[in-house]
């Protein structure tokens, strides 16, 4: 389907644009701006961006629903703040002794 008149772009493309970017890194955040350039285009009257932005949204998130991890191999957030935490508890940070009095 025909998404830009000014650009004669094509869904297709950007759905192709949006996968490529997100096997780069998939949690880039892609803006249409980056879909333009990456089709050496920009958008001329922007009639177009608010469907871009959908198929960016939906091209995403089928994207990340594919590459999900079952649950018992996905690791919580509280539980990698505590190994962090465990790996730094040696670490000297920098800060001010006791002592110090800045005024």
Known sequence: ?????????T????EDI???LLR???W????PAK??????????CS??????VDIIVRVTENY????????????TFQAGLEKLKKQQSGVRRERRSTGHRAA
Request: hydrophobic residues 45%; negative net charge.
């Open 1 to 9: 389907m025909l998404i830009c008149q000014c650009n004669m772009i």
């Open 11 to 14: 869904s297709k493309e950007i």
């Open 18 to 20: 949006v996968l490529d």
């Open 24 to 26: 780069a890194d998939p």
């Open 28 to 31: 880039q955040l892609v803006v």
């Open 35 to 44: 879909v333009y350039k990456e089709l050496d285009r920009r958008a001329k």
């Open 47 to 52: 009639g177009c961006v608010p469907n871009v």
């Open 64 to 75: 990340h629903a594919s590459q999900a991890l079952p649950p018992g191999e996905l690791v």
